[in-house]
């Protein structure tokens, strides 16, 4: 988990644990979360539903100052019970927001009582900004889900590629040119995903026989020896692939090689007709994600690029020198600011880096105001090319 | 959060709203949200909210993702000053002079004259002094620094971020003397824009046709100078009255009167309105306003020939609802049910005056509604248009009523335009169009315009 320390943020990128318990939950149809603290705990992240196309089914409790000085026990307890009736999920997750985590209270009898009564699993999770950041609460959750549900990871042909939201921009786009590259270059089947319209009563079954590979939002620990980023890129998304050889100890197939050299071919014939060296690329995003990519477009195409991500992100780049240019999770105005310094041809991110008169943006981190620009499938082998048309394009452009 | 559900005029009457545990709500926002909005639209303002960094990521983006493109918000800062868990435990608030030098930097690419500051829950929890560090940060950077001591945990609604929004932005003037115009102010604008396309242009054009001068709105699109400039003038007229709080009971003890009290929705409520303010300006206007209703009357009618009866559902905030039921009354649709986003202190009077002096007639009340009250209105009653708040719009899909945005939207619902492009839409929804472009962005029509001839 990180805490900030240094008071040097101004305009963080990314939320609190809260964005990452809500990010996951919503991709589960029969779970719930409960918001324990004030409305706007809850009102504020109904954001997070309408990114993934949702109704913002978000209940909370509305605590106010005079529920805190008087305790919130009775209230969850009430909460907790018609939640229930109004929603009747598998699996409820009271997420405690930074007011409740201070006052300390403990609710673990109410939930004991609760869990005898109704056939529902019930966590309390610390959604509170100081407790830690978005990616710590997707993990937080996924863990719990990991307990909770008594899942173990399992050697097997079977896989379960954890850790996308359906909040991510282009998810469907994303998440199936993953199942793509499994199907093609590997023997592996692959299985349900627990954030990806995940259902408790029919899919848990399989999904507890399955091999866990955490990419995305799980992709978070950095101290893991072999972890690499999202798949953008020829070299990228080959390492990709040889990771998962690696992490399943299954063999891939020998059409990778072959289609590895054939786009290698082709990126090398482009890179003789395009000088990138020029192009300054200004990325924004989780680390996962935004890593792969920027590693792609320095580190293949020989642009300049300047990345703003997660401290995860930050931490692996110190090790594994991606890319030159990082920012620890500066968003909104203050990356704007700087945006407009740098002066790039082309940015990746959310809407707040948006500036249509001045360079092209590729929507590729939340959020994204009223959904208007256009998704494009950029991951794996062909993505890659899906880049370089879009940067070229910029540069015409511009 | 305190509910209410049932028979309208036991409601008006009693008041009993009914405190409930479990709040499924999709429109509501909190005090921090209302504080920040009110900053944030207006020139020359920084706000700092200091603590935890969750409630500026969420409130950022409600704030700027509605009002970038629609109202001229544009790109506005939010700056954090963060303090982690040990911190707040510790009492160590010390400010890093890599703060200062990011701030700096900040307040003068924003033309920033004054910071305010907007405590999270854990700094209003632990009693942190900041007053304390207002001043440090206003002699470190010599800028005016102010700060507010509600956070989320201060309230169920936005009321409590407005009333302290507005304190701290009239605390300077309220003890000087200001010699009086015979001009009006606009309040409860959240917005940058004053484009004529929009509901603050309407108002503002509106009260121009008729022969009343605006002198400041507050506070979208205002400066701090725009603030004080307000205490010129002669009354206080309400955009949107949610916003209000008690400093304008506070600044009609110091002559400026407080006018049109409910936005000028519908024939009925915009005439009101426009009177009020002509009375607490002393002009005589009501021909000219007469003559503004009759440029839109022949519309009107053909609307109302095909809106009449029609089964409704309504929902909106304290200020817009009330309105809302303005128009409706005009167009003499059945209203099955009215649904009241959050209860505000003018609330009940309002109402009150809605049955009183407008014959407003309600089957079913619901005060602070969530998604399962809808669910059941949208099985209980046979509705056939449906008018609330964007998130509505599910429910409406799920069960196949015609719905029209009254959250979300641009062309003004306000004034006697106003009542036509709202009709226009009911119009529209009823013949099957889709105002929902998409999850977070709604379709809108052309508003109809008239203008009073010159010499009039």
């Not at chain 1, 991510?168 to 592996?188: A, F, G, M, P, R």
């Not at chain 1, 780049?317 to 990082?326: C, T, Y």
């Not at chain 1, 082309?346 to 360079?359: D, H, L, P, T």
Request: proline share 3%.
């Amino acid at each position: 988990m990180y805490i900030s320390t240094k008071r040097e943020r101004i305009e963080p990128l990314k939320g609190c644990s809260m964005v990452g318990i809500i990010e996951g939950i919503l991709g589960m149809d029969d779970a719930l979360p409960l918001v324990h603290g004030p409305l706007s705990c809850s009102s504020g992240h109904r954001m997070v539903y309408l990114f993934a196309d949702k109704e913002p089914i978000l209940p909370t409790t509305a605590l106010t100052e005079q529920d805190l000085i008087l305790g919130s026990q009775e209230k969850l307890k009430y909460a907790l019970e018609k939640a229930y009736d109004l929603y009747k999920p598998k699996y409820l997750v009271i997420i405690i927001t930074c007011a409740i985590s201070m006052s300390g209270e403990e609710f673990n009898v109410i939930i004991n009582e609760f869990e005898k009564n109704n056939n529902c699993k019930v966590s309390v999770l610390d959604g509170s900004g100081l407790y830690g950041e978005e990616v710590d609460g997707f993990n937080l959750l996924y863990n719990d889900i990991l307990k909770q549900f008594n899942v173990k990871d399992n050697h097997t042909n079977l896989i379960s590629l954890d850790g996308i939201a359906l909040s991510d921009v282009n998810v469907y786009n994303n998440y199936n040119t993953l199942l793509e590259l499994i199907k093609n270059y590997t023997e592996l089947k692959n299985g349900p995903s627990i954030f990806m319209n995940f259902n408790l009563e029919n899919d848990l079954e399989k999904y507890l026989k399955s091999k866990k590979v955490k990419i995305g939002h799980l992709w978070n620990n950095y101290k893991v020896e072999n972890n690499i980023p999202a798949p953008y890129g020829i070299q990228g998304t080959f390492k990709w692939i040889k990771w998962i050889e690696e992490i399943t100890e299954k063999k891939i197939k020998n059409e990778l090689i072959v289609d590895y050299n054939n786009y290698n071919e082709k990126l090398n014939v482009i890179k003789e007709k395009n000088n990138f060296e020029k192009v300054k690329v200004i990325i924004e995003g989780d680390s996962w994600s935004s890593l792969g990519l920027a590693s792609f477009i320095k580190n293949e195409l020989n642009a300049t690029v300047f990345l703003s991500t997660d401290n995860y992100g930050v931490e692996y780049n110190k090790k594994h020198r991606l890319v030159n240019n990082i920012y620890n999770d500066m968003g909104g105005y203050e990356l704007f600011k700087m945006a407009n310094k740098i002066d790039p041809d082309i940015v990746f991110g959310s809407s707040y880096i948006r500036c249509k008169k001045k360079w092209d943006i590729v929507p590729f981190s939340q959020p994204i105001y009223h959904l208007y620009e256009k998704d494009h499938k950029l991951l794996g082998f062909e993505g890659a090319f899906k880049i370089i048309d879009l940067i070229k394009s910029s540069i015409n452009n511009n | 959060m305190k509910k209410y559900s049932g028979d309208f005029n036991n409601l008006i009457e009693k008041w009993n709203l009914k405190e409930e545990d479990l709040w499924i709500d999709y429109q509501v926002l909190g005090p921090m949200f209302a504080s920040l909005r009110m900053f944030l639209s207006m020139k020359n303002v920084l706000p700092v909210i200091v603590g935890s960094k969750g409630c500026l990521n969420h409130l950022r983006f409600t704030i700027i993702a509605w009002g970038e493109d629609d109202f001229h918000l544009g790109k506005k800062p939010i700056a954090l000053l963060e303090y982690n868990q040990e911190d707040i435990i510790t009492g160590n608030y010390e400010i890093s002079d890599k703060w200062y030098e990011k701030i700096k930097d900040m307040a003068n690419y924003t033309d920033t004259e004054l910071i305010v500051l907007l405590p999270t829950d854990p700094i209003t929890i632990s009693g942190v002094n900041l007053e304390q560090i207002a001043n440090e940060i206003n002699n470190r950077l010599n800028i005016d620094t102010s700060y507010l001591s509600t956070s989320a945990i201060s309230g169920d609604n936005q009321s409590e971020g407005y009333q302290s929004a507005l304190n701290a932005l009239y605390k300077p003037y309220l003890d000087k003397k200001y010699k009086r115009e015979k001009t009006v102010n606009l309040v409860g604008w959240m917005w940058p824009s004053r484009k004529r396309e929009h509901e603050i242009g309407a108002c503002i054009d509106m009260l121009k046709q008729v022969g009343i001068e605006v002198q400041s709105v507050i506070t979208g699109g205002s400066s701090i100078k725009d603030i004080e400039e307000s205490m010129k003038a002669s009354a206080n007229a309400m955009v949107c009255s949610a916003v209000v709080g008690d400093i304008f009971y506070d600044l009609e003890e110091k002559g400026i009167k407080l006018a049109g009290r409910r936005s000028p929705y519908g024939f009925e409520g915009t005439k009101e309105w426009l009177i009020s303010i002509a009375d607490a300006l002393d002009i005589d206007t009501k021909d000219k306003i007469e003559n503004l209703e009759k440029l839109y009357q022949k519309d009107f009618n053909e609307l109302k020939n095909i809106l009449k009866d029609k089964k409704v559902f309504v929902s909106g905030g304290p200020g817009r609802l009330i309105g809302l039921l303005h128009t409706l009354i005009d167009y003499e649709v059945e209203i099955k049910t009215a649904a009241l986003f959050w209860p505000h202190p003018w609330s009940q009077n309002d109402l009150k005056h809605m049955k009183e002096n407008h014959n407003l007639k309600v089957e079913n009340f619901i005060v602070s509604p969530g998604l399962d009250d809808l669910e059941k209105v949208a099985k209980d009653y046979e509705i056939d248009l449906w008018l609330g708040g964007y998130q509505e719009q599910h429910i409406a899909k799920k069960h196949g009523i015609p719905f029209v945005p009254i959250t979300v939207y641009t062309s003004p619902h306000v004034g006697f335009e106003g009542v036509i492009n709202l009709g226009n839409k009911l119009k529209l929804a009823l013949k099957g169009y889709d105002f929902t472009e998409n999850i977070l962005k709604a379709k809108e029509i052309q508003p109809c315009i008239y203008q009073l001839k010159g010499k009039e």
